[in-house]
């Protein structure tokens, strides 16, 4: 059997999960063959423990890459504004690609993916892992079973903790030109589950929201007096919580910190600093093509982590909370994830689920959702990445596997809700992206 042969563009914290899943679980009929980044130092640290050292290209030369190496499919885990890039230069020069989420950050380069894609005929995967976890799926399952009857609104909370929603705020993700904001790098996640819950597309979107905890002027709205710029041998910053030592954490220091001298990229940047763009604190209202309407809200500096949805539907409601394991993108000892290629156990995870099913005359119904350690998200990672590499898959009635029109759904709402705090207006979404809804009326 002939192999496929991989190249990964983007060689940061989340690529380490595809990187490892090609050279080890799925060896037998994947092949990785090389990697693309802006940063050679990165890219070398990347693959210190690898047996084998991959030829590495700078993007100048990409399109050379998949020609020397015979790629047939890319993998896409560069900065979020760089996606389409290389989504497109890719299917452009014949190959298939898998992105990660966000597929991109606004609605012109949206646009251009689904063009390309069309024109070219290939193939865009796109990486919402979220629908692959078993609580997830026991949701649409039962929404798909009719448990609440016609779904009417939807109330949606999602909480980033004080480890984890800080972690947006010290690297290139508070440039909102970078990634779009957590609307748009975040919340993709929480759009595409709810368009895959309740099967339906974003129509108009409202939202209101503003930077309230982190940055510099809320920190000195607190009293706060003493600021720094990076954490890095700052005294400062050793009395900081919210401060990262990239020192102390061999992933992030290899990385990062040591691959500094190439791009100037600093990895620990203060979270009450100067220049950041993104929102902290967020709320949309969002009417879809079904008639029903979602209140949604996202906090980055909450005590814990996880989210809270609830249904209302003509005969019910379900109820689904979970609380989750916060973690640091990249540092391998702070995710509830195997992140070693050398095949180290998985930890441990702990994250405790409700699911009840409240329907009228009826005693409400509580569900158990047996825990995994089989990876991360709850155990949603290995599933995805069985999906994307594994051999003789068979059709998921759930319809997991999410492609380019999944993806643009998914980032419209976010765009739309950025647009929307930019004018404080409702933003219609077919006038951003009207690909969404030709020949569905």
């Known amino acids: 059997m002939q192999k496929t042969r991989y190249a990964i563009v983007g060689t940061g914290g989340r690529s380490v999960m595809y990187r490892d899943a090609l050279l080890n679980t799925y060896v037998a009929t994947c092949e990785l063959v090389a990697a693309c980044d802006i940063n050679p130092l990165r890219a070398e640290a990347w693959q210190s423990d690898l047996d084998e050292k991959l030829p590495v290209y700078e993007p100048a030369r990409f399109e050379e890459m998949i020609r020397e190496q015979r790629i047939d499919k890319v993998i896409v885990t560069s900065m979020d504004r760089t996606h389409d890039r290389y989504i497109c230069a890719a299917m452009e020069a014949g190959c298939d690609v898998i992105t990660e989420k966000p597929m991109t950050i606004d609605a012109e380069r949206c646009r251009r993916i689904l063009k390309t894609e069309k024109a070219t005929g290939r193939d865009l995967a796109v990486t919402f892992n979220y629908r692959y976890s078993p609580r997830v799926t026991k949701v649409r399952e039962l929404l798909r079973d009719g448990a609440i009857g016609s779904i009417n609104s939807v109330h949606f909370e999602w909480l980033l903790d004080t480890k984890h929603g800080a972690d947006y705020f010290r690297r290139w993700h508070r ?22 819950w309740i099967g339906a597309t974003p129509r108009t979107v409202y939202a209101q929201g ?35 030592d990239l020192k102390k954490n061999d992933d992030l220091r290899h990385l990062y910190l040591e691959a500094e001298a190439a791009d100037g990229y600093q990895r620990d940047q203060s979270v009450f600093g100067d220049g950041i763009s993104i929102e902290d604190d967020v709320g949309l209202i969002v009417r879809y093509d079904s008639g029903a309407i979602m209140s949604y809200h996202l906090t980055a500096y909450s005590p814990w982590e996880g989210y809270r949805v609830a249904f209302n539907g003509t005969e019910g409601r379900l109820e689904f909370e979970v609380v989750e394991s916060p973690y640091v993108s990249g540092a391998d000892d702070d995710h509830n994830t195997v992140r070693s290629f050398k095949g180290s156990a998985p930890y441990e995870i702990k994250e405790p689920v409700s699911l009840v099913l409240h329907r009228h005359w009826q005693q409400p119904v509580h569900f158990e959702i047996p825990q995994t350690n089989q990876g991360g998200h709850g155990g949603a990672d290995a599933r995805l990445l069985e999906d994307l590499f594994g051999q003789g898959r068979e059709d998921d009635p759930l319809n997991r596997a999410a492609g380019s029109r999944d993806g643009a759904a998914s980032i419209a709402c976010g765009i739309a809700a950025n647009q929307s705090l930019k004018t404080g207006l409702p933003v219609e979404v077919a006038a951003l992206v009207p690909e969404l809804f030709e020949d569905r009326g």
């Open 175 to 196: 440039d909102k030109r970078n990634s779009g904001g957590l609307l748009v790098h975040k919340s993709t996640h929480h759009f595409d589950i709810v368009n895959w």
């Open 210 to 244: 503003d930077l309230k905890f982190y940055g510099r002027e809320n920190a000195e709205n607190r009293g706060q007096t003493r600021f720094y710029q990076r954490a890095l041998d700052n005294e400062i910053a050793a009395d900081d919580p919210f401060a990262l």
